[in-house]
């Protein structure tokens, strides 16, 4: 691969029909009031999976907005921020006045416009721009590897905090993909034990067990219940994370009596509710999007407290630009047992890793 000019950079990019492929794109200008910051690890999303695998992301797109890095540059009036310091760029604040806000769900805020998942410029580069407003310091001792969860454990946080669970709680997550694991992580770390895990993939089941579940199941293995009636070890929570119809619809039916469901996995069929069984045990239904109003400092606290295990929760090998789309069909498969870290280099001809100039 030839060197890039001046100004430009190498960066996995969105060319249409579920292919992604490495190409010159142009560095992103730093601007007033922005930053411009040097990529060390950006995650990749199931928002991500989506945007590829079902076609949906425009083509020219650069997707990856888990990242952390370091500052490379500074705009006009940028005076809080300087060359050199380790940041994640943090989420929209809400207006904190509407309904939504005071409901502590900023991420839906009635006064924010919708969020246009499709002409942003994302992470999978060297570099991205951001506005310094929007910046947290990652804390001394966390290394940008591991900074690089922010954005996912702010969502386990949220979504953890939104079913109410207490340590007394008996919990079922469907899914142990990446977010799946994440808010298995969040709840033993809240002191939260017996939590079953329901994944069809073996080194995901093997992989929760590591993370603290107390016990892993195959969905089939999820029974059936009585019209009316609870199963007989019911739930009374239960997260669902995998996005997939059939395990929404089978995870309904573990919740006990005044049970709380949380949908945080998407998928592309809805699934079917069984609205009379909703009505005789009085479940909950939530829905969990994005952040507390707190935001990601909650996060970057937790992960440099070492409450987490973070290196059960990270894929063992980075991959490199070269490599996203076939660790996106693997992570897609369940065959990679936690959240990938890509590093915005590529391989040279002589085989060997290099960042990008």
């Known amino acids: 691969m030839t060197e890039p000019d001046a100004g430009t950079m190498l960066a996995a990019v969105y060319v249409g029909d579920g292919v992604l492929t490495v190409d010159e794109v142009t560095v992103p200008e730093t601007g007033p009031g922005k930053v411009l910051v040097e990529i060390s690890h950006c995650g990749v999303c199931g928002t991500d999976l989506h945007l590829v695998h079902e076609h949906i992301a425009r083509p020219g797109t650069v997707l990856g907005h888990e990242w952390a890095g370091t500052i490379a540059a500074v705009g006009d009036g940028v005076t809080d921020w300087a060359v050199g310091d ?14 939504a806000c005071r ?18 410029r994302g992470a999978f580069a060297r570099y991205v721009q951001a506005d310094a407003t929007r910046l947290l310091r ?3 001792g966390l290394s940008l590897r591991h900074a690089a969860l922010t954005e996912p454990v702010a969502i386990a946080i949220h979504s953890v905090n939104l079913s109410g669970v207490t340590p007394e709680d008996r919990v079922l ?4 993909g990446p977010v799946g694991m994440l808010i ?14 329901s994944e069809p993939a073996a080194a995901r089941r093997v992989r929760a067990l590591e ?10 293995d999820l029974p059936v219940p009585e019209m009316g009636r609870p199963v007989a070890a019911p739930f009374s929570v239960a997260f669902e994370c995998s996005g997939h119809a059939s395990a929404c619809e089978s995870a309904l039916d573990q919740l006990d009596f005044a049970g709380t469901f949380v949908f945080v996995g998407t998928g592309h069929l809805p699934p ?17 999007y994005n952040y507390d109003p707190e935001g990601w400092q909650p996060a970057l606290d937790l992960l440099a407290s070492g409450a ?22 693997r992570l897609a498969a369940g065959d990679i047992p936690a959240k990938v870290m890509v590093r915005p280099e590529v391989l040279d001809p002589a085989g060997r890793e290099g960042r990008t100039p």
């Open 138 to 140: 990652v804390p001394d």
């Open 272 to 288: 079917r509710v069984n609205h009379n069984r909703l009505i005789i045990l009085e479940l909950s239904l939530l829905g969990a």
């Open 103 to 120: 409901m502590r769900r900023p991420s839906v805020c009635l006064r924010r416009p919708p969020v246009d998942h499709l002409s942003f």
């Open 211 to 220: 993370v603290g579940a107390a016990a892993v199941i195959v969905p089939e």
């Open 184 to 197: 298995l992580a969040v709840l033993r770390a809240r002191g939260v034990h017996d939590v079953v895990v």
């Open 173 to 176: 997550v469907t899914g142990a």
């Open 308 to 329: 987490l295990p973070v290196e059960l929760l990270i894929h063992s090998e980075d991959v490199l630009l070269d490599g996203l789309g076939d660790a996106m069909d």
């Open 86 to 99: 380790r940041v994640v760029c943090g989420p929209v604040p809400g207006c904190g006045a509407c309904r």
